[in-house]
């Protein structure tokens, strides 16, 4: 399977806050399509705390008596979940129609960015500690479980 790091809080938002493109300055992955893990990078981005997609998302998932709790419980250097990377593109006005603001759409996709459109993200039970790689890089088989428990 291949690995995607990402730094907190954005790792985060992909798996539970609806996050559904993930920004990069170039194509990193290339011709693949499909499953995804998400790996939650050491590093934590500090705009990110702050930013109002992440407060709208904790809020949305946890409550709003949890937003000044959150940072310091979300796991990093780890692999947090699985989303499936269904396209990519560069960004151009139009593009990711579904959500959000103009004239991209998506609250999520940034101008001058190639986005990685992702679906299906879901959580693993427990985060398994792994070291990140840069770019999308391929998981050896055994590290995540199967939907049985068992590794694959």
């Known amino acids: ?3 995607l790091t990402v730094r907190q809080p954005w ?8 996050k559904t493109v993930e920004n990069r300055s170039r194509n990193i992955a290339g011709a693949y399509r499909g499953p995804v893990a998400i790996h939650a990078g050491l590093a934590i981005d500090s705009d990110g705390v702050t930013d109002d997609r992440i407060r709208t998302a904790i809020e949305n998932y946890y409550g709003e008596h949890k937003r000044g709790e959150l940072g310091g419980q979300m796991p990093t250097g780890a692999i947090i979940g699985v989303a ?3 396209a990519v593109h560069q960004a151009r006005p139009g593009c990711c129609p579904n959500l959000g603001t103009p004239p991209f759409g998506d609250p999520w996709a940034m101008p001058d960015h190639w986005h990685l459109n992702l679906s299906g993200a879901r959580s693993l039970p427990e985060p398994i ?3 990140g790689r840069l770019g999308l890089w391929t998981l050896p088989d055994g590290v995540l479980p199967n939907p049985e428990g068992e590794p694959c």
């Open 1 to 3: 399977m291949r690995a």
């Open 11 to 18: 790792a985060w938002a992909i798996v539970h806050g609806g």
């Open 84 to 86: 499936n990377l269904w």
């Open 129 to 131: 500690p792994y070291r």
